[in-house]
């Protein structure tokens, strides 16, 4: 039995702009509301009282919950259909971020700062499962790489435009600033039912629990765990290393290179998508850059550690796209939200994993650089499966 997706003629080039946009904003919302709650964190810190444990968990609680909430959303894909999905899944993003901005103490700060995680977690397998009933075969590559351009455009805006922009606009209320960021998403959300296409539920239940025996699910989830934790966590300990180089007064112009560096990555993949994705060569010498990159930082300061670091996040960045654009390539459109689930549960596991272990062994040496050499240790052990990638569609 068919599916009314599979039934429909994709859209036209005319109507593929529309798209685009609603692909580009969702993709927006899979970042801005987590990476506003670093420069938000101290104003947030100050009001409620926040241990050090605490306010970093407003940006690890939600990278947490990007690996539990990958199930959620599978299991709802194959329900009510990817589409409404991520319209379900903003929704509850939504009164999650907006949520923090409302609440009055500490308890309930962390219960919506993993609702609204949850929201993000669910967007992630939505947004990759929904290209093939939005976009023909051979637009698949570029709707990838619209949508996660959107994704790093949000990490960049979110931590770069909230405290020197937004924030004074809104009298410098920290509450305002997450409502101002988040509400605007209920109309992305709305918008979604604009394109006439894949509006009914899936005809038949479809599977949605990660498929095991298919080999790309624990593959490209490892790798994807290489490319998260030297991102996530160079950027967590950063601040700490350059501390314990001397060139602490570099850290704002280190962090603000570093998250640019995934922009210039982003609009790079979208030039470069249909020429790359698909293409194992490429997401082997991504990955042994990265590990180039995060391992110059352990050899060299100041300046040149910063640019090795930035390299590190401009490779990582493509590497990322890569590798999310996989699954609407390689299987039939039905499995492409489990593969996806599936393969985020993996990264993003790891992506929280492989940074804490490495920050408790710097914890009990005393030297930071401990924690980017369990990051690079975890990248060369699992750098060998990018040899193994098999990248043919499997038959439908």
Partial sequence: MTTPSATTAPPSPARLLPVAVLLWLAGVYLRIPVLVAPPL?????????????????????????????????SLAISRIGPRNTLAMAMVIMV??????????????????????????????????????????????????????????????????????????????????????????????????FLPKRDLARPVRRSAWLPDWKNPLTLRIGLLLGLSGSMFFGLNAYMGNLLEQQGHFEKLADALFWYNFAQVVASLLMLKMARFWVGKRSMIILMAVLSIAGTGGTLVLEGWPAIFSATLMSFVAGILLILLVALPPLLVRSEDTGRLSAGTFLVGYTLAFSVPMIGGLIADWSGDIRHAIMVMVGYSLLVLPIAFTLDLRRRPA
Wanted: no cysteine.
């Fill in 95 to 192: 009164i999650g971020s907006a949520g923090r901005g409302l609440v009055p103490d500490t308890t309930t700060l962390m219960l919506a700062s993993a609702v609204m995680g949850l929201g993000v977690a669910m967007m992630q397998p939505a947004l990759p499962a929904l290209l093939p009933r939005w976009l023909a075969p051979h637009h698949l590559a570029i709707g990838s790489a619209i949508y996660m351009n959107g994704m790093l455009m949000g990490e960049f805006i979110g931590a770069g435009i909230t405290l020197p922009v937004l924030m004074p606009l809104l009298d410098n209320s920290w509450r305002a600033t997450l409502l101002a960021w988040s509400l605007p998403a209920l109309l992305v959300a709305a918008a979604l």
């Fill in 41 to 73: 964190a101290p104003f947030i810190s100050d009001e409620l009282g926040l241990t050090q444990a605490l306010t970093g968990a407003l940006t690890t609680l939600p990278i947490l919950m990007l690996a539990i909430g990958a199930m959620p959303g």
